[in-house]
């Protein structure tokens, strides 16, 4: 059974990894990043109070998804273990996250760390922004995601390192090759 935290900033590959990872360990994947684009996309009171933030590239409020996961990991497909994609990304929704595992009596196994540098990361977005065409993969608001990314979600690494449960990936390389050393890592 494996409960995983996927942790790395945005364009680290960290989606496309997830889902190999959840497919070999036949685990949910939860990425609250899908979910809330879902719901923009659905026009629904959630999506509406995201929309604005994620445009510009900021974190959507502790609140909105804290209550995302409160609600998915009661869910009966977690049960057999899950892959958080995305969640947490502030010392705040980490905390609630702690409080949630100890209100559900189930403990994380892993928290992996895709490590990308930012020259890399930007590059790698913008030809996602070709490809994709995703409305948060502009210049500026990617800069705005990084920015965000150190200086509220680096902090998050240091949390789980003291905790013992930090496994930290070098992201460079190919699909493949990452994919390898997370399982190596996972066992
Ligand atoms: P990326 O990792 O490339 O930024 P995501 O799909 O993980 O892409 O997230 C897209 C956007 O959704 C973020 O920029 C943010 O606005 C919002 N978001 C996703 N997860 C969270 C979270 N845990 N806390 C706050 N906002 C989030």
């Given at each position: 059974m494996k409960r995983l935290i996927f942790m790395g900033p945005p364009g680290a590959g960290k989606g496309t990894q997830a889902k190999i990872i959840c497919d070999d360990y036949k685990i949910p994947q939860i990425s609250t990043g899908d979910?809330?684009?879902?719901?923009?996309?659905?026009?629904?009171?959630?999506?509406?109070?995201?929309?604005?933030?994620?445009?510009a590239g900021d974190l959507v409020p502790d609140s909105v998804v804290i209550g995302i996961i409160g609600e998915r990991l009661r869910e009966k497909d977690?049960?057999?273990?899950?892959?958080?994609?995305?969640?947490?990304?502030?010392?705040?929704?980490?905390?609630?996250?702690?409080?949630?595992?100890?209100?559900?009596?189930?403990k994380l196994?892993?928290?992996?760390?895709?490590?990308?540098?930012?020259?890399?990361l930007v590059k790698r977005l913008l030809?996602?922004?070709?490809?994709?065409?995703?409305?948060?993969?502009?210049?500026?608001?990617?800069k705005n995601r990084l920015a965000n990314y150190n200086s509220k979600t680096l902090p998050l690494l240091d949390y789980y390192r003291k905790k013992g449960s930090l496994r930290e990936i070098d992201g460079l390389g190919s699909m493949q090759d990452i994919a390898a050393k997370i399982k190596k890592e996972l066992g």
């Amino acid at each position: 059974m494996k409960r995983l935290i996927f942790m790395g900033p945005p364009g680290a590959g960290k989606g496309t990894q997830a889902k190999i990872i959840c497919d070999d360990y036949k685990i949910p994947q939860i990425s609250t990043g899908d979910i809330l684009r879902n719901a923009v996309k659905s026009g629904t009171e959630m999506g509406l109070k995201a929309q604005k933030f994620m445009e510009a590239g900021d974190l959507v409020p502790d609140s909105v998804v804290i209550g995302i996961i409160g609600e998915r990991l009661r869910e009966k497909d977690c049960s057999t273990g899950f892959l958080l994609d995305g969640f947490p990304r502030t010392i705040e929704q980490a905390d609630a996250l702690g409080k949630l595992l100890t209100e559900l009596g189930i403990k994380l196994d892993s928290v992996i760390n895709l490590a990308v540098p930012d020259a890399d990361l930007v590059k790698r977005l913008l030809d996602r922004a070709i490809k994709e065409g995703r409305a948060d993969d502009n210049e500026e608001t990617i800069k705005n995601r990084l920015a965000n990314y150190n200086s509220k979600t680096l902090p998050l690494l240091d949390y789980y390192r003291k905790k013992g449960s930090l496994r930290e990936i070098d992201g460079l390389g190919s699909m493949q090759d990452i994919a390898a050393k997370i399982k190596k890592e996972l066992g």
